[in-house]
């Protein structure tokens, strides 16, 4: 895992250029803004049987990361071209997405890639995403975070750079039949931003404890100071100097892109 310096992110285009471009990620989701569509058919796939394998936790500098791969978790959806396994689950303070103009103190994202993700690497380096993306509250606790604290997860225990195996096991917060999502096409939220990421952004706010934020916020030990909060002006998301440091890129242009939901 890479870490990216937050305080400096208009200038990323320096390192990628297509950091640059017209349909980057993140942006503010207005209900005013999106089209109305049919609820697309998307069916999330967990084995009956426990992997073998403890999944790891990355901490970096800017962000914390587990590695879900051999959880085989498999997303697949009317008009994929291709079964997705869900990859990597990463969590960002404050949210880099906002709903309705706010900005939360959490954003969690699950990552998936094609199945056969490691035969098109072999080809090119551009592979299509679906990211499902969840933004979290201060209050009940989330039962995710919890079972990964149950596991071992402590924030004094990983430095930057460090890695922690978690026997830990996966259970979507989202109910695909029942909550609305924003759907749009974006780019990944870190260099090199490619754009080549479907976005899922759940329209419901879930909850985590006061002590499971502190805990992420422990974990990852370099947040920087973020101008996330008040970007871009003209949608008057609040600025709030406590979720001032933090992993989360700014807003970006819509750019004329057609928001469903």
């Known amino acids: 895992m890479h870490s990216f310096d937050y305080s400096d992110t208009a200038n990323w285009f320096q390192e990628s250029a297509e950091c640059a471009n017209n349909l980057q990620s993140p942006i503010d989701l207005l209900s005013s803004e999106a089209e109305s569509a049919a609820p697309a058919f998307l ?11 403890r999944v790891v936790a990355h ?6 990361s587990v590695d879900l791969r051999e959880r085989g978790i ?3 959806g009317q008009g994929f071209w291709s079964q997705y396994k869900l990859h990597d689950m990463v969590y960002h303070t404050p949210s880099e997405h906002t709903l309705e103009g706010k900005r939360y103190p959490v954003e969690r994202q699950l990552i998936f890639k094609p199945s056969d993700v490691e035969a098109l690497e072999a080809i090119h380096g551009r592979i299509p995403q ?10 009940s606790e989330d039962l995710m975070i919890q079972s990964m604290q149950k596991a071992g997860l402590v924030s004094n225990d990983m430095g930057s ?15 695909f039949l029942k909550d609305e999502f924003f759907v749009y096409p974006g780019s990944e939220t870190v260099p090199p931003c490619q754009e080549v990421v479907t976005w899922h952004v759940s329209a419901k706010v879930h909850t985590l404890s006061s002590t499971q934020l502190s805990l992420i916020k422990g974990i ?5 100071n973020t101008h ?13 100097p406590a979720t001032d440091k933090g992993n989360a890129r700014e807003l970006q242009e819509l750019n004329n892109r057609s928001i469903k939901k």
Request: proline share 6%.
């Open 43 to 53: 069916k999330l796939w967990i084995p009956r049987i426990p992997a073998t394998k």
């Open 59 to 64: 901490a970096t500098l800017s962000a914390l």
């Open 74 to 76: 498999t997303l697949t």
């Open 130 to 139: 679906i990211i499902i993306s969840e933004m979290y509250e201060v209050g």
């Open 161 to 175: 750079g460090s890695e922690i195996q978690l026997d830990l096991s996966f259970r979507p917060s989202f109910n």
């Open 220 to 224: 990852i030990k370099g947040l920087t």
């Open 228 to 240: 996330a909060n008040g970007y871009p002006a003209k949608n008057k998301i609040a600025y709030d």
